[in-house]
């Protein structure tokens, strides 16, 4: 491996460059908000809003009724993994309305997480789809909220007909070691992905 401290800058030799940005995906409610805030160095910038009556009858709030605010454009937050690597995080709006900012929001990305809210599976069908015929390499967090069905691992990759290759782990979008662990994991994945196959 040549040593190339003295230039710290990115060549198009290295698989990662210095500042990525990496999206986090996942239905109304699944814990963006909650994981860009956990994991965030600096203040999360995020545009929380009461909800009103311009998602009445448009936002399915079925599973999360208790919910009052909503993410209006989107969270955003930063994390260095190590020296080399620092994460820009954007997170999705989640409500149906705002699936036109995706394409925007995909641009230049290095890769997804997609949450996976174990109430309503369903609800991330959606990025799984988006990420998948985008090629942007993606890892699937678990996330468990309390009273729902708890879903092993290959259950939801089954359940939402992930491949193989693709990582599913189970996560806490609240805690900071879990939600730093599935930014680590997606950028092992997008390394993987990118080494061509030189093992040996
Ligand atoms: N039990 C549990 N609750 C969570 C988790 N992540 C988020 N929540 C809660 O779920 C609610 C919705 O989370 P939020 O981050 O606003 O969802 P968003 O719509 O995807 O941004 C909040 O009340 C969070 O405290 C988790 O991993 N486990
Ligand atoms: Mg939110």
């Given at each position: 491996m040549a040593s190339a401290d003295s230039e710290n800058r990115p060549s198009d030799h290295e698989a990662i460059p210095q500042a990525v940005k990496i999206i986090v995906a996942g239905g109304f409610g699944a814990g963006k908000t909650t994981l860009v805030g956990a994991v965030s160095e600096i203040?999360?910038?995020?545009t929380e809003e009461v909800m009103t009556e311009a998602g009445y009858g448009i936002d399915d709030l079925s599973g999360v009724e208790s919910k009052t605010t909503?993410?209006?454009?989107?969270?955003?937050?930063?994390?260095?993994?190590?020296?080399?690597?620092?994460?820009?995080?954007?997170?999705?709006?989640?409500?149906?309305?705002?699936?036109?900012?995706?394409?925007?929001?995909?641009?230049?990305?290095?890769?997804?997480?997609?949450?996976?809210?174990?109430?309503?599976?369903?609800?991330c069908f959606h990025a799984v789809d988006y990420f998948e015929r985008r090629g942007v390499p993606f890892v699937v967090a678990v996330n468990r909220f309390e009273g729902s069905t708890s879903y092993g691992v290959e259950e939801v990759r089954e359940a939402l007909d992930i491949a193989p290759h693709v990582p599913v782990l189970m996560a806490d979008a609240r805690d900071r070691p879990s939600a730093k662990e599935?930014?680590?994991?997606?950028?092992?994945?997008?390394?993987?992905?990118?080494?061509?196959?030189?093992?040996?």
């Amino acid at each position: 491996m040549a040593s190339a401290d003295s230039e710290n800058r990115p060549s198009d030799h290295e698989a990662i460059p210095q500042a990525v940005k990496i999206i986090v995906a996942g239905g109304f409610g699944a814990g963006k908000t909650t994981l860009v805030g956990a994991v965030s160095e600096i203040t999360p910038l995020s545009t929380e809003e009461v909800m009103t009556e311009a998602g009445y009858g448009i936002d399915d709030l079925s599973g999360v009724e208790s919910k009052t605010t909503t993410t209006v454009a989107l969270d955003f937050g930063r994390i260095t993994i190590n020296p080399d690597i620092v994460l820009y995080l954007f997170g999705t709006p989640g409500q149906d309305r705002f699936w036109f900012m995706w394409d925007e929001l995909a641009e230049g990305a290095l890769g997804a997480v997609v949450l996976a809210d174990t109430r309503r599976l369903h609800t991330c069908f959606h990025a799984v789809d988006y990420f998948e015929r985008r090629g942007v390499p993606f890892v699937v967090a678990v996330n468990r909220f309390e009273g729902s069905t708890s879903y092993g691992v290959e259950e939801v990759r089954e359940a939402l007909d992930i491949a193989p290759h693709v990582p599913v782990l189970m996560a806490d979008a609240r805690d900071r070691p879990s939600a730093k662990e599935v930014l680590v994991r997606l950028v092992t994945h997008v390394i993987d992905g990118r080494r061509p196959a030189m093992s040996g």
